[in-house]
């Protein structure tokens, strides 16, 4: 079974930092790597997709990669700001069905 | 754009009390998912539907069931509920056969259940 981890489980940051969120996985048979924020008690929303034949992908002040081979992404985000606080979440959907398995996710906070 | 809607929103039941939750995915999406968020946990895939039909199962338990409507619209079907169903519920929907869209997954608000 997949086993997605993060780390770390949480980051406290001062406003305008540049910060990587890190995300492992030990299966590298993978369809394609989403990550997610979601606010206490709300939601997911969709930051970025990462399909198995891609490196990266950015949008805005975020940046993900991907290596599969390491079994690893990054989540980049630059010039952080108080409203990027929340907890941001890694799923990977595999090539042998198609529902994301989640790692426990980091949650952040960004301090003015 | 429109997105995932879930109803209800939140839903307080009894142990042993039955309770349905609806999920209308984004117009022509062809797949929906269910997932369980319990408290301080992450998500936990439950069911999926493609075209109306199951296509994977996950975690789900016996006492839920769930189907996929000629609308497109799913429903969660949770019997004799139990306190440790109190999580939130969320449904995602997926366009899995389209030229650019490599299943990317829309997640709705989700359904606040207390099970009390």
């Known amino acids: 079974k997949q086993e997605v981890t993060q780390i770390p489980a949480a980051l406290s940051v001062p406003e305008g930092e540049n910060l990587v969120l890190n995300c492992s996985f030990t299966?590298?048979?993978?369809?394609?790597l989403q990550w997610f924020r979601q606010d206490p008690g709300k939601g997911l929303t969709s930051l970025l997709l990462?399909?198995?034949?891609?490196r990266e992908q950015t949008s805005g002040r975020l940046n993900a990669s991907l290596d599969k081979s390491s079994g690893r992404s990054t989540l980049y985000i630059a010039a952080s700001q108080p409203g990027d606080s929340a907890t941001y979440l890694c799923?990977?959907?595999?090539?042998?069905?198609?529902?994301?398995?989640f790692g426990k996710g980091t949650s952040l906070l960004v301090t003015p | 754009a429109a997105g995932v809607i879930q109803s209800p929103r939140h839903l307080i039941k009894e142990k042993r009390e039955t309770a349905t939750l609806k999920c209308y995915p984004i117009?022509?999406?062809?797949?929906v998912y269910w997932y369980q968020q319990g408290p301080g946990q992450d998500p936990q895939f439950l069911i999926s539907?493609?075209?109306?039909?199951?296509?994977d199962k996950g975690s789900i338990p016996d006492r839920f069931s769930a189907q996929q409507f000629s609308d497109y619209h799913s429903e969660l079907n949770m019997s004799s509920l139990e306190l440790g169903d109190s999580a939130l519920y969320f449904c995602?929907?997926?366009?899995?056969?389209?030229?650019?869209?490599?299943?990317?997954?829309?997640f709705g608000p989700g359904t606040r259940l207390t099970v009390l």
């Open positions: 995602a929907s997926s366009l899995v056969w389209g030229t650019s869209s490599y299943n990317e997954q829309f």
């Open positions: 299966d590298s048979a993978i369809y394609n």
């Open positions: 990462i399909q198995s034949s891609q």
């Open positions: 799923a990977l959907s595999s090539n042998s069905g198609y529902a994301l398995n």
């Open positions: 117009p022509r999406h062809d797949t």
């Open positions: 539907f493609y075209e109306k039909m199951q296509s």
